[in-house]
């Protein structure tokens, strides 16, 4: 079963459920003392929860938390982060290679974390050309997976055969004459003609699987070829990297084409926030978190851009929902009474209830949209620029 399945079943669970964000990465330096860092804080962070609970719910909390120290005990997860979903019907302990903040809840399965994880840190793809063919990789939180390949084939059962009388020698066949000519003249027809196929099927691999961006690897002239026949729009989530990498494993793959990859995301990142900011000039998006919260409430965004590592904490009414950062005790719409919550947990809620995307920036991308208050979003009526990563839908419902 996928991740994506795995953690879309979560969200028919019934409560209540211990989730666990764990950093149990051994590089770092907290967890390579004895007890493990993250140990510690689960110890520390599961004592301060359970004094917030009611008392008739502490004995299935201090169950439940006791499982998952146990779990994480024997297991001495090896990876760089671990969620773990525990109650009374699910168990799912989750590796993930890739960095998270520590959490821990108590009462639906919390999955807005993984829903930033998720679309930080999306299905990307390689595709390796070669004179056999073409190898099809895919990325994701960390892991690599290959594909089956695209190979270049020649089917001859119909053709003529090369010699234009047969040998005196078994096995030895005559190196010209008018049917060899056209052998060779057919077989550079049928590599001419393979760009055009392998291009699309690579299209329908990345529509299928949703894969965004995918960096083509081989010699120039093959590369250019593909690039060339594939879809205008499609080019656009395509980079390029002229090197060979003959019979190399999927984690070596891996690595060398990583620093590709985070590459085009941080330069693709950085010209959507440029848009963004230079779309308020027309009307088309909106910066800083008054304008974007009152927008996406009332339905009129159609994609939210975040700086990654978003924090800061904003009212909610426990009557109409109404969102706002101001620090009123009670709502601005009906008068009741509000509370605090997270941004890292209200956004996710937020958009998947109004079917809004989430595009989540780093670096450079992520600096100058901090500047404009660390969250924007493109209008409904606005023409969103064609260079787009692939948005993996996950939740079929409020998260």
Not at 30 to 57: D, F, I, V
Not at 146 to 158: G, R, T
């Amino acid at each position: 079963m996928s991740l994506a399945s795995r953690v879309s079943g979560l969200l028919h669970v019934p409560p209540p459920v211990l989730t666990a964000y764990l950093d149990v990465s051994p590089g770092n330096p907290r967890n390579q003392s004895t007890p493990r860092g993250y140990m510690k804080w689960l110890k520390s962070a599961g004592q301060a929860l359970n004094n917030e609970l009611p008392p008739s719910a502490r004995n299935e909390f201090r169950k439940q938390l006791n499982r998952v120290n146990e779990y994480v005990q024997k297991a001495r997860p090896r990876s760089r982060g671990l969620v773990v979903f525990a109650g009374q019907q699910t168990w799912e302990a989750i590796p993930l290679q890739v960095e998270v903040a520590e959490e821990l809840h108590w009462g639906n399965p919390s999955l807005q974390h993984m829903a930033w994880l998720l679309d930080e840190h999306r299905l990307r793809g390689a595709v390796l050309i070669g004179g056999s063919g073409a190898r099809f990789f895919r990325f994701w939180l960390g892991f690599v997976e290959e594909d089956p390949n695209f190979a270049f084939s020649i089917n001859i059962s119909s053709w003529r055969k090369p010699h234009l009388v047969g040998p005196s020698t078994s096995g030895v066949s005559k190196q010209y004459g008018i049917q060899r000519d056209q052998v060779a003249t057919r077989t550079a027809e049928q590599r001419n003609h393979f760009p055009r196929r392998l291009s699309k099927r690579i299209v329908d691999w990345s529509n299928e699987g949703q894969i965004s961006p995918i960096i083509l690897v081989g010699e120039r002239a093959e590369v250019e070829t593909i690039i060339s026949t594939v879809p205008s729009e499609f080019r656009e989530q395509m980079a390029r990297l002229q090197k060979t990498f003959p019979d190399m494993s999927a984690s070596e793959v891996n690595k060398k084409l990583q620093p590709a990859l985070n590459r085009w995301e941080r330069e693709y990142e950085t010209a959507l926030v440029n848009e963004l900011i230079s779309g308020q000039e027309t009307s088309q998006s909106v910066t800083g978190l008054d304008q974007t919260l009152d927008r996406l409430q009332r339905g009129e965004i159609r994609e939210l851009v975040v700086a990654r590592g978003l924090k800061g904490v904003v009212q909610q009414c426990l009557n109409c929902g109404w969102v706002d950062p101001r620090a009123d005790a009670v709502c601005p719409i009906c008068g009741s009474k509000r509370q605090s919550r997270t941004l890292r947990t209200l956004l996710p809620e937020l958009a998947n209830l109004q079917s809004v995307r989430i595009e989540v920036v780093a670096g450079e991308a992520a600096r100058k949209l901090r500047e404009a208050g660390g969250v924007g979003t493109w209008l409904r009526a606005a023409r969103i620029p064609s260079r787009r990563k692939t948005n993996i839908p996950l939740f079929s419902r409020a998260v």
